[in-house]
């Protein structure tokens, strides 16, 4: 072996084979001066493992054997040599800590919720410019080119003028919300006023409008019926006339002006004579107030003996409502919706009222109008009441209906009679859409069908935006509501109701009773009795049927409800409706466990049990009490206390009372009792039985009417 090829190598390596050779004598195979160049090399390159046999003179191969060792640990390996490498041991870190590690608890990294941008809402008209546009969205003006190149428009200035409905599509495609603005342009005609009927539950509005809807001309002509379409006009011997919404109620007129359709002038406030103010009575008058719209009082049922307007008065006064018998403005009628009497009071009373607001409306022009109410007709397709807001709808126009569209194929009256046009505060029916609109729409006209088309895809693209947004924010408030309250069940329910109106009145005051514990999931709705469709999708998501102002489902329907446990509550009053779901919604919450102290007691005696063997265990002491309040169960956890302080805390071991093993013993008596490793009573303790109870949410009606799960 030479002697630079060792060197060329590992030294390490070169001592191995080294060593290996001396042990089987191969040293002899080296010469002194090899021995020498060798130990010289190692000392000038490796001092410290060759030191010790460079201090010798005398340089034996056995000195190289110590590389042996080192080789076998650096390498980890005992089979290298044949020998075992020294185990090396893992440094442990000396703890010198006295307190000790304090425990935080383990708080999971929040999810990221993307911060959403508030909605921007801009004002649009016809004829603004792309300069407006472009301030009112705050996009580039070559932005909104772009967009309009799209949609195969050519705008070459930003002066150039745009048509409403392009100025709706760009500002859509950039991602704002439109709120049109209609010009006042044209000749400004008197119109009717729109009245909405609100009060308390029970007290006649339904009666009232059943009453009102008979003295119209229109029912009279047709011997007394009218057709239910939503809405209905009477017409005064005068020559003037009213128009009555028909969906009585908070809900509707909320759910309305939350989408924007502020289309109530006047609001007749139902008060009952023998009955008086009452919660929902408030809720109607916080309603029109906050819509600004004036009120005119109907106490009705003063044909009951126990009628007594007189306090009536008194308590609206009381609650803030300026009538005009007390120097204000609000005009108070005393009628009778079932004898029909002081119904031309009422009406001569609302006439008044729309006089003194000076109604006008403009007559020609396009229409701007409002769906309040839609419902689909076997024969003849979906069909919408629409108020006229302004200028004038005509039969054939190309109408986009919230995110529908359709061209009006015919317009029919309350009375049934198609009609070629609808002048302003008139409702119409409107046949031709082709889809089913939601009470709250806007009815707006269109050039041509594309247009229509165009806008009509733009808004629901946008709606399913907002609905995924909707839901991701949803996802959002679960998961921090989650954080605090794990335990959240979900309640589907499936809402049917007798108009498109209605739907909507119901689905959002339901979803009003969402709380922490219950989750009100709507996973259906639809206008209509309950089908065999509703029954089989609620058995597949073990959902709840709300039937508002429905005819009663056929035989076999409830049958088969019946068969499959599916829970149908059938109301035509939405505040009985939300009271029951109220009910239904606390019966099906989780709930939250909570520790309460059921009762206590005085340690009177004790008495020590000896002489007991080791195998059944040491000896017990048992507290003899006296309970002075509540009650004490066996399955409960005894606290002691002594002068006010906790000693001791543990389960009940035995519950004694005369004797004779009790699970549970009232107030008043003797017992003995055993707390579990607890051997250090002292006569005059105090000892506290505390019981786990679950304590379910509570359904809470408050004093305006509205509802809410309180957890
Ligand atoms: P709503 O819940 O406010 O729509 O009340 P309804 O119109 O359904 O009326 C509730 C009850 O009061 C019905 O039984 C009506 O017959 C009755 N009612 C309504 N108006 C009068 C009235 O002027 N006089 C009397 N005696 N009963 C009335």
């Known amino acids: 072996m030479a002697w630079r090829m060792l060197r060329r190598k590992e ?74 490498a020294p185990k090396k041991e893992k440094r442990v870190k000396r703890e010198n800590r006295t307190q000790p590690p304090v425990e935080a608890p383990y708080v999971a990294p929040k999810p990221k919720i993307a911060t959403k941008l508030p909605d921007k809402t801009v004002e649009i008209f016809d004829g603004m410019t792309l300069l407006d546009l472009s ?20 705008v070459e200035s930003e002066f150039d003028s745009i048509s409403i409905d392009l100025a709706e599509l760009v500002a ?32 006649g509005k339904t009666s009232l409008l059943d009453a009102l809807r008979q003295t119209s001309v229109a029912a009279k002509e047709a011997g007394g019926i ?102 204000g403005d609000v005009q108070v009628v005393e009628i009778s919706a079932v004898a029909k009497s002081g119904l031309d009071k009422l009406e001569e009373a609302l006439l008044l009222q729309a006089e003194m607001m000076d109604l006008k409306a403009r007559i020609d022009g396009p229409a701007q109008a409002f769906v309040v109410e839609a419902r689909v007709d076997r024969g003849r ?68 069908e594309e247009r229509a088309r165009m806008l009509s895809q733009g808004r629901k693209k946008k709606q399913e935006k907002d609905r995924l947004q909707k839901i991701d924010e949803g996802m959002a408030d679960e998961l921090e509501v989650n954080e605090e309250t794990p335990e959240r069940v979900e309640m589907p329910i499936i809402v049917k109701a007798d108009v498109q109106g209605s739907v909507q009145a119901v689905t959002d005051a339901l979803r009003s009773l969402n709380s922490a514990q219950v989750f009100v999931n709507v996973v259906h709705v639809g206008v209509g009795p309950i089908s065999q469709h509703d029954i089989d999708l609620a058995q597949a998501c073990g959902a709840y049927i709300v039937g508002f102002n429905i005819r009663s489902p056929p035989i076999a329907i409830t049958q088969e409800a019946a068969r499959a446990n599916i829970k149908v509550f059938l109301h035509k009053v939405i505040y009985h409706l939300l009271e029951e779901m109220g009910r239904a919604i606390v019966e099906k919450a989780p709930g939250t466990a909570e520790t309460k102290v059921s009762g206590e007691a005085e340690v009177l005696n004790i008495f020590e049990l000896k002489g ?30 002594r002068s006010g302080d906790v000693v001791f805390e543990g389960p009940c071991a035995s519950l004694k009372r005369e004797k004779q093993d009790a699970e549970t013993i009232e107030k008043g008596n003797d017992c003995g009792l055993v707390i579990q490793d ?9 000892i506290q039985c505390l019981e786990q109870v679950i304590r379910k949410p509570k359904f809470i009606s408050t004093q305006s009417g509205s509802v809410r799960i309180e957890c």
């Not at 493992?49 to 054997?65: K, L, V």
């Not at 139902?270 to 929902?280: E, I, K, S």
């Not at 607890?678 to 105090?686: A, L, M, N, R, T």
């Open 226 to 327: 009218t057709q239910h379409i939503g809405a209905f006009v009477v017409e005064m011997p005068s020559g003037a006339s009213i128009t009555f919404l028909d969906t009585p109620g908070h809900a509707a007129f909320s759910a309305m002006r939350a989408r924007g359709a502020a289309v109530t002038d006047i609001v007749v406030l139902v008060v009952a004579a023998d009955d008086g103010v009452m919660p929902q009575t408030l809720e109607a008058m916080s309603h029109a107030k906050s819509a600004n719209v004036p009120v005119v009082v109907a106490i009705n049922k003063c044909d009951k003996p126990g009628a007594d307007p007189e306090r009536v008065r008194i308590q609206l006064g009381s609650e803030g409502l300026l009538l005009e018998d007390m120097g």
């Open 381 to 448: 397709g979906p069909l919408a009441t629409a108020i006229v807001k302004s200028g004038t709808l005509a039969s054939g126009q190309h109408i986009v209906v919230g995110a529908e569209w359709g061209r009006i194929r015919s317009l029919r009256d309350t009375a049934g009679q198609t009609t070629e046009s609808a002048k302003p505060a008139i409702p119409v029916e409107i046949e031709g859409l082709r889809g089913l609109p939601m009470a709250g729409d806007d009815v707006v006209v269109v050039d041509s």
């Open 612 to 641: 007991r063997s080791k195998s059944k265990g040491p000896d017990i002491k048992i507290a003899g009490c006296r309970i002075t309040d509540g009650h004490f169960s066996k399955s409960g956890t005894m606290r002691l206390l």
């Open 11 to 84: 030294l390490h390596t070169g001592l191995v084979n080294l060593a290996f050779r001396t042990d089987h004598g191969g040293a002899k195979h080296f010469s002194n001066g090899t021995v020498r160049k060798l130990a010289q090399f190692y000392r000038s390159d490796r001092p410290k493992y060759g030191a010790s046999c460079m201090r010798s003179n005398h340089f034996t191969i056995r000195n190289f054997h110590a590389g042996v060792y080192m080789l076998a640990w650096s390498r980890k390996r005992e089979d290298v040599v044949g020998l075992k």
């Open 678 to 686: 607890c051997d250090d009573f002292q006569v005059g303790d105090i």
């Open 172 to 203: 859509m495609e950039i991602g704002v919300n439109t709120r049109r603005m209609h010009t006042g342009e044209g000749m400004n005609e008197p119109r009717p006023a729109v009245v909405t009927v609100m009060g308390h539950v029970d007290h």
């Open 135 to 154: 301030k009112r969205t705050g996009a580039y003006i070559s932005t909104l080119q772009g967009i309009l190149a799209d949609l195969g428009e050519k």
